[in-house]
């Protein structure tokens, strides 16, 4: 059973930074495209980044274009995300996830997605 754990949520000034973090355990994860959503109070779960399991493809959403990095690291079995130049409007719980195949497609959709965390808190106030 594969378990994901996030951490690195906070409470930060615009303008500032946090760096995500979602630890992958239960099985090899080397593979697989993961994926970082986020959900406001009231909205939908939005697709924030995903990076193949090489890493050597990436996706973001529009608005974090040149302000948030995906990356990961094989050898710990951990995904991150990089957020600068943080907006009150990135306030949301944010989610990592993960696809169970093996392919390289970066799907933006939560139901592409099959094992999820349990979300960590990102506060940015004005």
């Known amino acids: 059973q594969v378990h994901l754990v996030e951490s690195g949520g906070g409470s930060v000034e615009a303008g500032g930074s946090l760096r995500l973090s979602c630890a992958v355990s239960?099985?090899?994860?080397?593979?697989?495209?993961m994926g970082w959503f986020r959900q406001a109070p009231g909205k939908e779960r939005e697709f924030v980044a995903a990076?193949?399991?090489?890493?050597?493809?990436?996706k973001y959403v529009d608005s974090g274009k040149g302000r948030f990095t995906i990356s990961r690291d094989t050898a710990k079995n951990t995904v991150y995300l990089q957020m600068n130049s943080l907006k009150p409007d990135d306030t949301a719980v944010y989610y990592c996830?993960?696809?169970?195949?093996?392919?390289?497609?970066?799907?933006?959709?939560?139901?592409?997605?099959?094992?999820w965390g349990q979300g960590t808190q990102v506060t940015v106030s004005s």
């Open positions: 996830a993960e696809r169970s195949t093996t392919t390289v497609l970066l799907a933006t959709t939560p139901s592409s997605y099959d094992y």
């Open positions: 239960g099985r090899t994860s080397s593979w697989r495209v």
């Open positions: 990076i193949t399991g090489s890493g050597d493809r990436l």
